[in-house]
């Protein structure tokens, strides 16, 4: 084999290294994104925002039920758009089994005060 033919090998053994360290380093950044899930009270109060990492359910001591929030709760619905300057929600409340892949804002729905 004549030194050339080492030279070239050794050139793209390195090369090789480089593209493989590059791929597991984008992996291990692509599998361990966090992604905000803003929690509007839809009362005037501060929006609490949690962190939830790629492909996982939100924790379930972050989320907040009738039992924290009152009888007139009746649940979370996803912001899914804004039509005129207002939230538009989700047809059916959020299941909270849902894996979470962006960032997303979940609104408190209530019963109204007769």
Known sequence: MSKTDKNKKKII?????II????????LW???????????LNNGTKEEIIKVK??????EKDIKDQKDLGELFIAW???VGIKEKED???????????KI???????ALWQEQE
């Open 77 to 79: 619905y996803e912001v």
């Open 101 to 107: 892949t962006s960032d997303i804002t979940l609104k």
């Open 20 to 27: 493989l360290i590059a791929i597991i380093a984008f992996l």
């Open 54 to 59: 790629y492909h996982q359910t939100i924790n």
């Open 13 to 17: 053994a390195i090369i090789s290294g």
């Open 30 to 40: 692509f599998f361990n994104r966090k992604f905000d899930v803003t929690f509007d």
């Open 88 to 98: 538009v929600l989700a047809d059916k409340p959020f299941d909270f089994n849902t």
